[in-house]
């Protein structure tokens, strides 16, 4: 059984989309943003690299990774990509998952219903630490703090409808 994901790699402007289905156990179809596509075998050679085989061309290749960020060395060359799927996408620019953003306020990706919230105002959290679950599409979906600080409000419920774009808490530096 295949499944198609679609990656979203650079930033702004820079931003590529690039089409990964799978086709088989470690053996993948990638498809550019130009159109053209490879069939490329993978497999981790160890925890931090990653050997590839396209046609009769042997790629290996160190990788570090950082939530998102990947920094990936291959041929001595180093190259910083950010890999997001169509979900993480839409949650940055909600601004979810956005560690150390200028904002206080963390707002919703996806249209859903909160099933939970796991902070309460005056509570101090960290950046990746779970404040609210939303439901979408039957799917629950743990939303993190996107940066350290004290939750100053909380502005939904649990069982409340929301939107993409609706604040959901605020998290302001600790005083």
Avoid: C
């Avoid at 820079?14 to 053996?27: F, H």
């Avoid at 990947?70 to 979810?96: C, F, P, S």
């Avoid at 939303?143 to 808490?169: C, F, M, N, Y």
């Amino acid at each position: 059984m295949s499944e198609r994901v679609q990656y979203f790699v650079g930033q702004g402007d820079d931003e590529r989309a690039w089409q990964v289905e799978t086709l088989q156990a470690d053996i993948y179809r990638v498809t550019s943003p130009e159109g053209e596509s490879f069939e490329v075998s993978a497999f981790e050679a160890d925890a931090a690299g990653l050997s590839l085989l396209t046609g009769d061309r042997v790629i290996e290749a160190d990788v570090l990774r950082d939530d998102t960020v990947y920094e990936v060395q291959i041929d001595g060359e180093t190259h910083a990509v950010e890999v997001l799927n169509e979900r993480q996408k839409r949650m940055k620019a909600a601004g979810v998952g956005a560690r150390g953003s200028d904002s206080p306020e963390l707002k919703s990706p996806m249209a859903g219903k909160v099933v939970a919230i796991s902070v309460e105002v005056g509570q101090e959290v960290a950046p990746g630490e779970t404040v609210v679950i939303v439901e979408a599409m039957k799917m629950e979906n743990d939303l993190k703090a996107h940066r350290p600080g004290v939750v100053t409000e909380v502005a939904v419920s649990a069982g409340q409808a929301v939107e993409i774009g609706d604040v959901l808490v605020r998290i302001d530096d600790v005083q």
